[in-house]
């Protein structure tokens, strides 16, 4: 089966870095978009960053120029760099992406189990 295995999430101070990443494993024919969503406490999860295989990025707008999406092929991997943390950035991130088997016939969308960031101060 396909998984999305993340890490990198923790506690860190305002101003701090975290460097999350998140790899897919299984029988994989390809994989369309990857993006990381978060999920404050009694909040509606959303989009953080998405990147296309091609390396089209898009960013929300309070991350910007924070924040970078990246990812590896060769490792099926999405990695999210989250520079000059702020508190507001407390969430839940989830790492997603668009995955076609060899046993489908049309991309779904995985998800990974999500990790815990938090930023203190």
């Known amino acids: 089966q396909v998984r999305l295995v993340e890490s990198g999430g923790g506690l860190v101070q305002a101003g701090g870095s975290l460097r999350l990443s998140c790899a897919a494993s299984?029988?994989?024919?390809?994989?369309?978009?990857m993006g990381w969503y978060r999920q404050a406490a009694g909040k509606q999860r959303e989009l953080v960053a998405a990147?296309?295989?091609?390396?089209?990025?898009n960013y929300a707008d309070s991350v910007k120029g924070r924040f970078t999406i990246s990812r590896d092929s060769a490792k099926n991997t999405v990695y999210l760099q989250m520079n000059s943390l702020k508190p507001e950035d407390t969430a839940v991130y989830y790492c997603?992406?668009?995955?076609?088997?060899?046993?489908?016939?049309?991309?779904?969308?995985?998800w990974g189990q999500g990790t815990q960031v938090t930023v203190s101060s």
């Open positions: 997603n992406a668009e995955i076609r088997t060899y046993l489908g016939s049309r991309h779904l969308d995985y």
């Open positions: 299984g029988i994989i024919r390809s994989i369309n978009d």
């Open positions: 990147i296309t295989f091609g390396g089209t990025t």
